[in-house]
Structures are given as C-alpha cells and as structure tokens.
C-alpha cells in the first residue's frame, strides 16, 4: 500500500464545489424520468450522499462512514479499505464523484455504481484535477442500510473525459435467474468466470469477450474512458495479452442473480493487475462490467 497520502484508488479522482455542481446538475437533468422511489434510485442517492459527505467531512471520513467493515479496495493489492483508511490521516485533497449507471440485483439488497470522479490535491489549482471512474459494489447490511463493499477507480487524461447518460436499473425478479450462492467451484457463477479467464488467456481478450459479454458490456482500462458495447469494448483490448489470472474472491446476490469477481491478472511482459468482474445471470451468466488495473499506476 502507498504511504498515505493515501491517494484513493477507488473512488478515483476529485475536484472541488464547481466541478462537482456541474457533474450533479448534469445528472439531475437525465434524472427527471427516473422514478425516485425506485430502489435504484435510492442508491444512487446513497451514492451521492456518500460524496456529499467525503466534501463535508473529508476522505478519509467518508470512506470510514460508508465502507462495510469488510469492504476491500485496490492498494495496489486487495486490502481491507477500512484498515488502509483507518491508518492515514486525511490529506486536505478534494475528492467529487457522481453515479451515471446503477445496476441493482433483483432483491434490491446487492448493485453496482459508476461513474465520473475528479481528484484534486491540496492546494494546486482545479484545472490540475485528475479525471478517472469510480466503480463501487454495494450490499445492505444486517440493518438494511447500505454499504460498500468493493470499490475501485482508474484514470485518464482529461482529454478522454466526456458526458455519459444516467442509466438505473434494477433486475426483474425471474425463477429461471434464481442461482443460490454455493461452494467456490461448484457455481456456474464462477465457472464463467474461470472459462472467461481461460478463454482470454488462450485466445485473447475479443474471444473472450465474444463468449461472455454482453451487448451492454463496460470495459475499464488505465488511461482511457470506458468503453461501452461489445465493439468499443473489443477495441480496447484488442493488443492485451495475459499469461495468467487467478481467482482470488467474489459475492453474490441474494437472489442469484448479479454477482462480483475479482483476483490477479498477469500479462505476456510480467505486469500484475487487479481484474474486477461482475456477472449478470441471462440463460447463463455473461459479463456486465470488465476492469483491468495494474498495480504500478497510483491513480
């Protein structure tokens, strides 16, 4: 883990009042035909709490607030996020985040946010903010109240940066979808997930992509903005080679439906990334979200 300084690697990136009632007027606007009662809509309001908080009262609270005791980000290796939070003081820097996709499992107690971050360190000026995602898994807690409990983010050069819809989304409740949480290797949960990993190492990633994804797939890669869609997700990773991935953890929902992955990704020149996967359970399970970091880049 960095010396701390801890620059979040999940949430990824932020800036300051300005840039962050930019990113909420944007998203208020595509939001008038949402539904805000839904509870998709109510993550993403928990969402923006959350980043409303991290302005009030810091990082570093923030993220002490509304991590799950058992959350765990990317330090550059998978690390308990209250424990690496815990442990540093809070830098002064501006952090603004705000969710342009929400995807929700069936049982309204399990989803994912994304969306746009600026990160801005102490004392330079704004137009020095880095850009990037962030990209957090959440889960109701034994209370009901939700909790992250896996976050992530990668960066690009503010010329990728570029407006996106805001999307909520909560999946329909289906018997043929229901996939109760069994013993690793034993669920074809994480059976995708291995043949995914197997197909990409031999084949590449476009095959892999080609069996698993989805019309709808989001790719996240180091420096570029993620691509939406079966071919913009192809042509990012058309140069990617990989010599290994391995498993390392993953949650599912209650219904069975939406679930999470991630664990090592080695390339062809030696390089080690984290890999962070969610699945989405059709006839079969196919791939929704697809992130790639590697552990020498700090943002």
């Not at 690697?9 to 939001?31: Q, Y």
């Not at 949402?34 to 993550?43: C, F, G, K």
């Not at 180091?222 to 140069?239: C, I, M, N, Q, T």
């Not at 929902?253 to 090592?264: E, I, M, Q, R, T």
Request: net charge positive; glycine share 8%; with cysteine.
């Amino acid at each position: 883990m960095h010396m701390i300084q801890f620059r979040p690697a999940p949430k990824s990136i932020g800036a300051g009042a300005v840039l962050k009632c930019v990113f909420l007027a944007g998203i208020a606007l595509n939001a008038l035909s949402a539904q805000t009662d839904s509870p998709a809509e109510q993550l993403r309001e928990k969402e923006l709490e959350f980043s409303r908080c991290a302005e009030v009262k810091g990082i570093r609270s923030a993220f002490l607030e509304y991590f799950d005791d058992a959350c765990i980000v990317f330090a550059p290796q998978p690390t308990n996020g209250k424990a690496a939070y815990a442990a540093n003081s809070d830098s002064g820097s501006s952090l603004v985040w705000a969710p342009t996709v929400v995807e929700l499992s069936s049982s309204g107690d399990f989803g994912y946010t994304t969306g746009p971050s600026e990160y801005r360190e102490k004392k330079l000026p704004a137009d020095s903010a880095y850009c990037g995602h962030f990209f957090s898994v959440w889960k109701k807690d034994r209370v009901g109240q939700w909790k992250v409990i896996l976050d992530i983010g990668i960066g690009y050069p503010r010329k990728e940066k570029r407006e996106e819809a805001l999307r909520l989304r909560q999946l329909p409740s289906n018997s043929r979808n229901v996939e109760m949480p069994r013993a690793a290797g034993s669920s074809p949960w994480l059976e995708a997930d291995s043949n995914y990993s197997a197909i990409v190492q031999d084949e590449g990633s476009i095959v892999g992509l080609e069996r698993y994804g989805t019309e709808e797939i989001r790719v996240y890669r180091k420096g570029k903005f993620p691509a939406e869609g079966l071919d913009a997700a192809s042509r990012l990773v058309r140069d990617e080679k990989y010599s290994m991935f391995k498993f390392t953890a993953g949650q599912i929902s209650s219904a069975g439906d939406l679930g999470y992955s991630y664990g090592l990704a080695v390339t062809s020149t030696a390089d080690t990334s984290n890999y962070i996967r969610v699945w989405k359970r059709y006839d079969e399970w196919k791939l929704v979200v697809d992130i790639v970091k590697p552990w020498g880049r700090k943002k």
